[in-house]
């Protein structure tokens, strides 16, 4: 989903560095033959994740959501030297493509895989995360940032996809998914213990900095 027109959306992406090619193979054979191809997060976002990671510069990176690796990839190219993403998805036949194209990019030693329920793993890893990307089911994402927030240096960021879910969050007809992210939006913004912004791109990045 994106709230810009074709040709804005054309322009930004002009005005953006490119795709790395391994991604555009990726994006290929997602839409191709997995499932609700949509789901991945696709030029733009990935070279704003890209981005971020690069500005953050974390030693550990979180994601809840895996799917085919778009995104797990690009937050991986930001990384510095000995960082690594670790990255949870509950969905094992999706595990040969992702460990596929993770070998391709290069990034065995940068990114580790995780096969299961994110709410029974992430309890399991002992790290403190300088960053966390949540983008897996949307009636988890309050849990997820109960679990993850212990494990969160002050000044690390969660960041949550899909906020802004289709515009559905403004709609008066909402469904569920829709109640639980306007859930996890005002949660955020109702908590003190963090900064935060709501990026408007694609379907919305919500931005948190813990700062206590
Ligand atoms: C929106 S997709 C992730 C897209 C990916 N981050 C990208 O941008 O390319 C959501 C993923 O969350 C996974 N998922 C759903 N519930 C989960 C759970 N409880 N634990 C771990 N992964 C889960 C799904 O299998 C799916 O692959």
């Known amino acids: 989903m994106n709230f810009f027109s074709d040709a ?24 191709a033959h997995v499932l ?13 994740l890209k981005m971020l990671t690069g500005m953050i510069q974390p030693v550990h990176v979180l994601e809840i959501g895996t799917f085919t690796g778009y995104s797990g990839i690009s937050i ?6 000995k ?16 460990k596929k194209y993770i070998k391709e990019a290069g990034m065995e030693k940068k990114i580790k895989t995780y096969t299961g329920n994110a709410l029974e793993i992430i309890p399991t890893l002992n790290y403190t995360f300088d960053m966390v990307f949540i983008d897996a089911d949307k009636r988890n994402y309050s849990g997820y940032y109960d679990l993850v ?26 469904d569920a998914d829709t109640k639980s992210i306007m859930a996890y939006n005002d949660k955020i913004t109702a908590d003190k213990r963090v900064e935060n912004v709501l990026v408007p791109i694609r379907d919305g990045l919500m931005i948190a900095r813990k700062i206590k």
């Open 8 to 31: 804005l959306e054309n322009y930004i992406e002009a005005h953006t560095k490119p795709e790395p090619e391994v991604l555009k193979k990726l994006s290929r054979e997602t839409h």
């Open 36 to 48: 609700m191809p949509q789901m991945l997060s696709g030029h733009l976002q990935g070279r704003f």
């Open 76 to 81: 991986a190219e930001g990384l510095p030297e």
């Open 83 to 98: 960082a690594t993403l670790h990255t949870i998805d509950i969905n094992d036949e999706l595990l040969p493509m992702v």
């Open 149 to 174: 927030f212990d494990k969160i240096r002050v000044g690390g960021y969660i960041i949550a996809d899909n906020v802004l879910w289709s515009g559905k969050v403004v709609e008066d007809k909402k």
